[in-house]
């Protein structure tokens, strides 16, 4: 049996879903693959911070969240810890980190990250700013210092586009990426192909959680040109950056321009694309018109869908959640069984 220390960095949604995985499936895990996966600490600026070296019980932590909303109650040995902190003075040998999205600066995660790897631990995570902005960087470090970094989850949340790319269809001439890598733009979209007009489709995306007050990274494309840029970087090998990739979102899209498009047996979808091409990388987002019987074209709601084009199979799609707590919680236990089978060869 092989146990892995874990330090959680942050626990929101994601880490709150994946202490629930382990609280329902960890037993199993252990019996399956001979893996036992322990959390040791939680720092989290709003729920606060907790230290156990030997293991914090996934059911009191979520019991705890569940009652107070805070992570005090919980009886731990060191508490207060910050995030830099938890991760050099804990015996974490893995770092999972959960902190907030920022695609301009992609920090507070880029310098945890860092911390992690220069302190000799294996860092998984979901979050897309340090991945899309600094991925060459934090996988040289991870490389230098003998550990791994795992980032499965930055794209398509559990569903593994990435692992289907780098190392399934790895053999197979990959030569397009194209997908709906945004849910929130996604199920705007439909609910217009349902016959609602933008704003309130927004308005009930932001009602069931799918937008942000502030939709903006969303509806303009910003998120998705983030995931753009780390489908190129890490599965078609370039070194782009988010100003490279031509972006339009979907604000300007109308009903008009939805029933049109319903004529002609076609569909809206905002669509981020990576191509190869004569003179290198090509990277976009935005709206197209797809027939309606493209497998892209079909994928309605908050779900997300990706098609790789290759020269061996074809079109080749994956369709599957892009978000929510358990299944991006997934996407953690995907890099730590990957991490498993990697020290165990």
Wanted: with cysteine; hydrophobic share 40%; aromatic share 6%.
């Amino acid at each position: 049996m092989q146990t892995y220390r874990l330090a959680l960095i942050g626990f929101g949604n994601v880490g709150q879903g994946f202490a629930q995985i382990l609280r329902d499936y960890g037993t199993q895990y252990e019996k399956e693959f001979g893996a036992n996966f322990v959390i040791t600490a939680v720092s989290d600026m709003q729920k606060g911070s907790l230290y156990d070296p030997d293991g914090l019980k996934p059911a009191v932590l979520l019991d705890a969240i569940a009652k107070t909303g805070s992570l005090e109650s919980v009886p731990a040995p060191f508490k207060g810890w910050d995030a830099l902190k938890t991760i050099n003075e804990s015996n974490a040998s893995v770092v999972a980190e959960l902190s907030f999205t920022d695609l301009k600066t992609g920090e507070p995660a880029i310098t945890h990250l860092k911390a992690a790897l220069q302190s000799g631990k294996h860092v998984i995570t979901t979050n897309k700013g340090p991945v899309a902005l600094a991925y060459q960087e934090l996988h040289h470090l991870a490389d230098k210092r003998g550990v791994t970094i795992g980032v499965e989850g930055s794209v398509m949340s559990g569903t593994p586009s990435l692992r289907m790319g780098t190392e399934l269809l790895s053999g197979a001439g990959v030569t397009c990426i194209q997908g709906i890598v945004n849910g929130t733009t996604n199920y705007i979209l439909s609910q217009m192909d349902a016959g609602a007009a933008y704003a309130d489709a927004l308005a009930e995306a932001q009602a069931k959680g799918y937008a942000e007050a502030d939709p903006t990274g969303d509806v303009e494309g910003f998120d998705a040109a983030g995931k753009v840029v780390i489908l190129a970087n890490l599965l078609m090998g370039a070194n782009i950056r988010m100003t490279d990739v031509e972006r339009e979102g979907i604000t300007k899209l109308t009903v008009d321009d939805i029933q049109q498009a319903h004529a002609r047996n076609e569909r809206w979808k905002l669509i981020g694309r990576v191509e190869k091409t004569a003179s290198g990388i090509k990277a976009s987002v935005k709206p197209q018109c797809l027939p309606e019987t493209h497998p892209l074209a079909q994928v309605g709601g908050a779900t997300n869908a990706i098609t790789f084009t290759t020269e061996l199979l074809g079109d080749v799609t994956l369709i599957g959640p892009g978000a929510g707590r358990l299944p991006t919680g997934y996407a953690l236990v995907e890099d730590l069984l990957a991490l498993h089978r990697h020290l165990s060869d």
